[in-house]
Every structure is written in structure tokens, then in C-alpha cells.
């Protein structure tokens, strides 16, 4: 009987605790939670800034994005332009290289036919044509010239050779006539004569280019003489007979 009452007094002083205590920790847990909401809050209030912060840094990564796609996009429409440009430009250096190494040996051609034609034609006028034939020479033979700079050599020479073939000049000079010197009055017909008037006028000489000297056209004195007038443009144009030819210079008339 005693037993029964300690045993139940017992337990009423456990359940006694455990009311006392149960307040408290309610009271600690429902702190904790408040911390934990609290601290919840904070996290979902951080993140959110976060989160539109993140949101703002996409939107502007987007757009930098599209910018730089457009730029590559240019870019990538600029390297096959300048690509083909270059490949163009690539062929042309091929075409230009074939194109040199057959201009190079027709411009030597070219000029060594143009120095014989000179040697053939032995003139007392002949000084301005092989200084112009030594220039062209000169470049043709130096070996840093381009083909562009000797192909412009020997097209100078050609046509100062050519307008020369097709003008008619008057000097005064000094040639060697009959052994001697005489100063005499010059006509140059193109590539076709060389006359000599002597300075009284009655005198007359022919160029002969087979015994490269002048010899005597006396009977042609008078039409050199105005042919010379009309050179000097001191005279109307007419027709005028002049010694041209081996017949012609043989007979001197």
C-alpha cells in the first residue's frame, strides 16, 4: 500500500517537471524559429537583390552579345572580301610574272633590232640617237631595273626614233666634208637624207650612207636650200626635189 503511494507520488513530481520545463522550451523553439525566419528573410531579401543584379548583368551580357555577334558576323564578310581580294590579287602577280618572263627577252629583241638599225644607218646626225640608244642600253642592262622601267626605256626610244624618222630639221654645224671641216647649213629628212648647203650657197653635198661621208649635189643646191627655208619654217610648203637614193647620189644632180 505504501509502495503503491510512493510509486504514484513519483510519478506526480515527474509530471510536475515536465510542466514546469515544457514553457521553456517551447519559448526557445519558437525563438529559434523566429531566428531562422528571420534569417530566411534576410537570405530571401539578399538573393533577390542579387537575383536582379544577375538579372541586369544577363541583359547586358545578352546585348553584348548580339553587338559582338554582328561585329563577327562583319568581320567574318570582311575576311572573305579581303580573302578573295588577295587571291585576286595573287593571280594577278602570277599572270604578271608569266607576262615578265616573256616581255623581258622581247624587249632585248626589240632593243638590239633597234641598235643594229641605228649601226646600219651611219648619219653626221646620228649623235642625238645613240645618246638615247646608250641611255636605253644602260637601263636595259642594269640589273636592279624592273621590266616595267626597261620596256619603258625602249618605248622611249622608239618613239624619239620614230618622230625623227618623220621630221625635218635645220641646223648650222660643222662636218667633215671633203677631208676637211666645214660649218654648213644641216638638213635632216626624217631617216631618209642628210643634206649639206654651203654657207655661200652654191655649194651642196648628199649624205651617202654606203661610204658613210657626204659627197657632192651641187645641181640640188637650190632645192635644199628651200627645203632648208621651209624646215626653219622661214618658207611656204612645196614640193621639192631632193638626191635621195644611190642613183640620185651618184649623179649629184
Partial sequence: MWRVGVIGLGWVLVGAQLLWAQPSRVQ?????AARLRKQ???????WQENKAELLAKQASFTQQR?????????????LSAEQA????????LAQLEELKQKLEPLVFDKAQELKQLLEECP?????????????????????DASVVDKTRALLVALEAEARQGIVARATEAEVSIEGRPRQVQLLVVGRVGVFALGMGGSRAWVWDKAKAKFVPADGYAGSIKRAIEMAARRRVVELVE?????AAVEGGK
Avoid at 526557445?28 to 529559434?32: E, K, N, P, V
Fill in 40 to 46: 530566411a528573410q534576410q537570405i530571401l531579401s539578399s
Fill in 28 to 32: 526557445q523553439t519558437a525563438l529559434q
Fill in 242 to 246: 631632193l638626191p635621195i637614193g644611190p
Fill in 85 to 92: 581580294k588577295i587571291a585576286a590579287l595573287e593571280a594577278q
Fill in 66 to 78: 548580339r553587338v559582338l555577334a554582328a561585329q563577327l558576323k562583319r568581320l567574318k564578310g570582311y
Fill in 123 to 143: 648619219s653626221p646626225a646620228a649623235g642625238a640617237s645613240q645618246g638615247r640608244l646608250r641611255a636605253m642600253m644602260q637601263t636595259l642592262n642594269d640589273y
